[in-house]
């Protein structure tokens, strides 16, 4: 199928053949004929699938043929995304994709000062993607209403859910007028996400594609098995390969991002890391300097690296392996994208074994161990599995309590536990991995990373409505 294949409009597939797309991945093919008529979506579909633009084309379509300016304070389309890093690349993609289109975007993050963003939102935006909690901020001053919205479209719900977003999101849907059109996006479908789903949907049509467990697939893993105090010799051994040249580590802990990150700019590998406790504009820094070959190694945390779309990634280290088996596929799916090859090296201690058999339950496949690394430690890969409780108690006895915990313990696992499949469906077994991704920046002041504006704009804040 070509994207002329679909009824898409002449800016939009202008748009898209300048973005470097020639076929649409297997969500565009399933979800935008179907957005295109207005029905709402329930798609599980992880990112890397194209489901940015599965969503963004056909609502810019839509916006584009039912011309109407957004009154002040007021989005015609609201998009809810769980991390700042996620938000603005949905944002660029609005941008990249209508930018033969006239509207108005704004994204909306914490982290930064409000008053760029206030400013975008005062004449009203067709499209506004925001992150729940600065979302709610600025409606509660009464710098945005959600009366006029047309179209409410809530992106890996499943990680809204694990950072403890669910209050704020159903607050959200609260004030959302009764009738609009939904779309709601998903990784995973446990219960409580189908829960959730079908308090916002309306007679969904379903789209799933790659399942997170067969992502996996796709790419070169192995486990390394060591002790644990000798994990950063092994990292420096394993970087000395200059195979590995565009790499992401991953930690459990902020902690541990910093040390590692530490370690190996002392052993002349250049490195940043990023988590929660940097600033917004340190994240998008280290990013960029990633993304520009600048940085060889990114260090990360789970949270920090949700949503990093950044191309040409040779190798994920998990130097602690995560035990959330879909942490795992969702760090790992940092690599292999865009047909690219990819790898993925967990270095694994005795307390995490019960993690990696966890893993290859999830993937259903074995992990292949690496034995000739200079540390592999027989003792290790041959110790006793402790139970996945005891495990975790372990690690985050070791953490002391300053984490970066999952605030829900074991998930659910995905694999049996999809909900039924009903209406279009385009499981894909994970074919037609994109190609390219769109370039734009973001030009609205409310999508600018950057320490907060000195001043505040607390002075010229109106007051509360009671
Ligand atoms: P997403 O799943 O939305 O995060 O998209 C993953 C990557 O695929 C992004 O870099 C997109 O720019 C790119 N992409 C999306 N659709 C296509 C397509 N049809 N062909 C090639 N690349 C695409």
Redesign the pocket.
Known sequence: MK?SDLALIEPIQTA?AE???????P??QAAIPTLLEGRDLLGC??????????FALPILQRLAQNPRRPEPRHARVLVLAPTRELAI??HD?FR?YGKHLRFKTAVVFGGVGQAPQVKALSSGVEVLIATPGRLLDLINQKYLRLSGLEVFVLDEADRMLDMGFIHDIRKVIAMLPAKRHNLFFSATMPPDIRKLADSILTEPAYVEVAPVSSTAELIEQSVMYVEKNRKKELLRHVLKNPALKRVIVFTRTKRGANQVSEVLEKSGVVSEAIHGNKSQSARQKALENFRAGRTRVLVATDIAAR?I?I?GITHVINFEVPNISESYVHRIGRTA??GAPGAAISFCDAEERSFIKDIEKLIAQPIPVDRTQPYHSNEVENSRLLSKGKAKAAIEGRQGGGGNRNRRGGRPQPGGQRGAKAGNSANSGGG???????QQKSQHGGGKPGPAPSGGSAGSRPQPRR
């Open positions: 994207f898209i973005a470097g797309y020639t076929e649409p991945t969500i565009q579909a992880q990112t890397g699938t194209g489901k940015t633009a599965a690349q949905i993609s990249a949503g779309d191309d994208r865009a037609g991995r994109p190609q390219q991704k769109p």
